[in-house]
């Protein structure tokens, strides 16, 4: 099954965030505005800015579960995205990762294993997966390591090939 294949709302509250990065190598990542990982944000625009001309996306999904640092709205969370760190990477709705009610985008991205064999539930905001041009599910990197860190990177530019 393609990532694709699901829909989430944008940000916006108007169409499939997904098909704006539909046939995109994608970074999918779980966001929040009052983490300690915040400061990733950076980070992910500017390897948005440099590699999209090459069919590269990142896509935030803001997410309220982990000790409640996604706590705004829509407006809240673009304002802070525009006005802190200049984002112009699509955004969707806010969702739930975990649990219940977890997105069915989730139920997909959380089969695959990260690289210390971590699958299953996600463990905090800032959780990356590398997504295909074709959907497929390519890598899952841990909050903690940081969007432009070499390994991140080696995945991307493989799939961009």
């Known amino acids: ?4 294949d699901n829909s989430i709302g944008k ?3 108007s169409g499939n965030v997904l098909d704006e990065v539909k046939g995109k190598v994608t970074m999918v ?13 950076e980070a992910m625009q500017k390897l948005h800015t440099e590699l999209s001309s090459r069919g590269f996306s990142v896509l935030g999904i803001p997410c309220n579960q ?11 969370i673009q304002s802070f995205c525009s006005l802190n760190y200049n984002v112009t990477f699509p955004i969707s709705e806010k969702v739930e990762v975990n649990g219940d ?4 985008l989730y139920t997909e991205l959380t089969k695959v294993a990260d690289s210390e064999g971590h699958s299953g539930d996600i463990r905090w905001n800032f959780e990356k997966f590398l997504i295909g041009r074709d959907g497929s599910v390519i890598a899952r990197f841990n909050p903690t390591v940081v969007p432009d860190s070499p390994e991140v990177l080696a995945a991307i530019e493989m799939a961009l090939k």
């Open 1 to 4: 099954m393609s990532v694709y």
């Open 29 to 41: 990542v779980n966001v929040a505005s009052k983490c300690g990982l915040t400061p990733q944000y």
């Open 66 to 76: 982990f000790a409640g640092q996604e706590p705004g709205g829509a407006d809240e």
């Open 101 to 104: 009610h977890r997105h069915p």
């Open 11 to 13: 940000l916006s509250g």
